[in-house]
């Protein structure tokens, strides 16, 4: 299965995937919405057709949004 954790951090949207295989990776967007982010990212690792869980989207510096 495969996972997508996203928060905010310092102003940046970050996204952490990581899958059934041992696969991880971090990236970090500026200006950009949650969905334009996933977009990008799911086009750059070949994820575009791919199942993927949205795990957790929270803000690190404190609360939740």
Avoid at 7 to 29: F, I, S, W
């Amino acid at each position: 299965m495969r996972y997508l954790s996203c928060y905010y951090l310092h102003g940046a949207l970050v996204l952490k995937y990581r899958d059934e295989n041992g696969r991880r990776t971090t990236q970090r967007y500026l200006l950009y919405s949650l969905r334009e982010a996933i977009k990008l990212f799911r086009e750059r690792h070949g994820l575009r057709y791919k199942h993927i869980t949205v795990k957790k989207y929270f803000d690190k510096s404190g609360g939740n949004k």
